[in-house]
């Protein structure tokens, strides 16, 4: 059993940028391919960006490419999701989740393999 718990939401202008944090608890994080999801309002929760167990393998949904990047430090048990440019349509609420993988090189991007979630962390950007 893996507790994630997510931080750095908030409020930023358009073009800003945030950092969030997921700090994994319970077990060590570098077994765990590891993946961001958002859910915006009235809105179907979708991939972010995802993560391999060894930090090769990264996955990108569209709208953030070249904006946004995942990266994770296992000695400290926390994956990030640095976001730049953002854009109004960015706000939601932002997940952190994990899957069991054995090869390290896996990624998982869809949320219904994701084994354990963090409660979310909101951010909204003002136009």
């Known amino acids: 059993q893996v507790q994630l718990v997510e931080s750095g939401g908030g409020l930023v202008q358009a073009g800003g940028s945030l950092r969030l944090s997921c700090v994994a608890s319970?077990?060590?994080?570098?077994?765990?391919?590891m993946g961001w999801f958002r859910q915006a309002p009235e809105k179907e929760r979708r991939i972010v960006a995802a993560i391999s167990r060894n930090g090769g393998s990264l996955f990108y949904e569209d709208s953030v490419k070249g904006r946004f990047t995942i990266s994770r430090d296992n000695a400290k048990n926390t994956v990030y999701l640095q976001m730049n440019s953002l854009k109004p349509e960015d706000t939601a609420i932002y997940y952190c989740a994990a899957r069991g993988a054995f090869y390290s090189s896996t990624y998982y991007s869809d949320g219904n393999a994701m084994d354990y979630w963090g409660k979310g962390t909101l951010v909204t950007v003002s136009s």
């Open positions: 319970g077990r060590t994080l570098s077994t765990y391919a």
